[in-house]
């Protein structure tokens, strides 16, 4: 039971990191209908920033102060250089030219920061562990989820219920009848697109404690996020949401348990190399089931 309750936390911590990378790109996607494989690239700079702050100075807050506002102007940048350029293009253009950024920023931080990758420092107080009904969780892990669920609270406030959430609502319905009605869709998209960044670089932040930074890590994951938004819906950020709790789960309930379960079956050597690999094939076999019963996803927005 206790690995049971550790392992939905840490799926829990998969699944609200995956919805803060696929929240940005939804809404970049569902609005924008652009594709944007750099999208991991914010994950990626966010989590580099944060690690360099902490150490210089020793405080992991400072270094969030400072990647996620220095994520928003980078993608703002991007907008206006990049992606502005590419809207009414081809969805081809759109994967060329961001696959084009994905190399230019992986050097880049491999000359800025070496090949080698860095470890934040994290606080005494998430460094420890907490009991919880007798059960110790580490302290960090129940953070990131308590900082997932918050802004992901926050995001659904903001798109439900203001005048700006609305707008974006507009857009990704009808993008050409909002703009008719007035609505200043360039300025819109490129704050779309900066809080697609800065909660991308929330989720690379977040999570380099854990993993610690490396070039790269954002080109993997940002393949989950795809996944959650396909299942979800595209442009949906309730469908984001569930489906990247259910991504998060999937895979980490799948590789804690299904190398036990094989092992009854099989040896213990294919066992222990098979199993985490279905575990990730059972991501895509649960997109493709989702995509066969509803093609647009679980929880598509108003059609356009």
């Not at 920033?49 to 210089?56: F, M, R, Y």
């Not at 009991?131 to 302290?139: K, R, V």
């Not at 219920?161 to 990704?172: C, F, I, N, Q, S």
């Not at 895979?251 to 279905?278: K, N």
Request: proline share 4%; glycine share 10%.
């Amino acid at each position: 039971m206790i690995l049971l309750i550790n392992q939905i936390l840490n799926g829990l911590q998969l699944g609200l990191i995956l919805f803060l990378l696929a929240a940005g790109l939804s809404l970049v996607f569902g609005i924008m209908d652009f594709i944007n494989l750099a999208h991991g690239v914010f994950y990626m700079v966010g989590a580099y920033l944060c690690a360099t702050v902490a150490i210089v100075t020793g405080s992991f807050f400072l270094g969030l102060l400072v990647a996620i506002p220095a994520a928003v102007l980078l993608g703002l940048a991007v907008e206006w250089l990049v992606a502005r350029r590419l809207y009414k293009r081809d969805h081809l253009d759109h994967v060329l030219a961001t696959f084009g950024l994905i190399l230019c920023f992986d050097t880049a931080v491999k000359y800025l920061w070496g090949p080698e990758g860095l470890s934040v420092p994290l606080p005494v107080w998430l460094g420890g562990q907490v009991a919880l009904g007798g059960i110790a969780m580490p302290a960090y892990r129940l953070f990131v989820v308590a900082v997932g669920l918050v802004v992901a609270a926050l995001l659904w406030l903001v798109i439900t219920r203001t005048r700006a959430g609305m707008l974006v609502r507009a857009a990704a319905s009808n993008e050409p009848m909002a703009r008719a009605l007035g609505v200043e869709t360039k300025l819109l998209f490129t704050l779309v697109f900066a809080t697609g960044a800065a909660l991308a670089a929330l989720a690379g932040l977040l999570v380099a404690p854990i993993t610690g930074t490396s070039i790269g890590m954002g080109n993997q994951i940002v393949i989950l996020a795809l996944v959650v938004i396909v299942v979800g819906g595209i442009g949906s950020i309730k469908g984001a949401f569930i489906a990247a709790l259910a991504v998060g789960l999937i895979d980490t309930l799948g590789r804690a348990y299904l190398v036990g379960l094989m092992s009854l079956v099989f040896s213990p050597t294919v066992s222990s190399s098979a199993g985490p690999a279905l575990a990730s094939i059972l991501i895509y076999l649960s997109m493709a089931f989702v995509l066969v019963l509803r093609p647009a996803g679980l929880f598509p927005p108003a059609s356009r």
